[in-house]
């Protein structure tokens, strides 16, 4: 049999589908203890599902259109997840980061968003969430078709 590599579109259908694998406890046989891999969901992290499931709703009720924008404040792998899904739909995804992200997740949201702002800006909290999120809520107002 051929060995074909999933392209991207299909590795993201398999959102969900981690495995499950039971541990063996050394003198603890009375316990059964089962783990879910959620390191092999496609993007890497449990929240692929939630994106997935976020979008595929919010489409099918019509909520967004295709030219709708979509916005999301992250820390990295909700960000990550959204990118990969607003691809697969077609749909542009702009990600609001800051300057603690990590520089993984930052690469890779680099790579997969439509566009990244990425704050720097500490707020009065000490931190900079609240300054993100103030950048979605004048995204929102400058960007009429946005979610």
């Known amino acids: 049999m051929k060995n074909q590599a999933l392209s991207d579109e299909n590795r993201l259908d398999n959102v ?3 495995p499950i694998i039971k541990l063996e406890l050394k003198d603890l ?13 496609p993007t890497g992290s449990v929240k692929d599902r939630a994106a997935s499931y976020i979008l595929k709703k919010i489409i099918s009720n019509g909520e967004i259109k295709k030219d709708t924008v979509i916005l999301e404040s992250s820390s ?6 959204l990118a990969a899904y607003c691809k697969k739909y077609g749909l542009t995804f702009y990600c609001v980061i800051d300057k603690n992200i990590s520089p993984i997740n930052e690469d890779i949201i680099n790579n997969s968003a439509s566009k990244v702002f990425n704050i720097s800006e500490i707020d009065e909290n000490g ?15 400058e ?3 946005s979610y």
């Open 127 to 141: 931190g900079c969430l609240l300054n993100r999120i103030r950048k979605i809520n004048q995204l929102k107002k």
């Open 143 to 145: 960007i009429q078709n």
């Open 16 to 18: 969900g589908n981690t």
């Open 29 to 41: 046989d009375f316990i059964n203890l089962h783990v879910k891999l959620e390191g092999r969901n």
């Open 76 to 81: 990295g792998n909700f960000g990550i997840s």
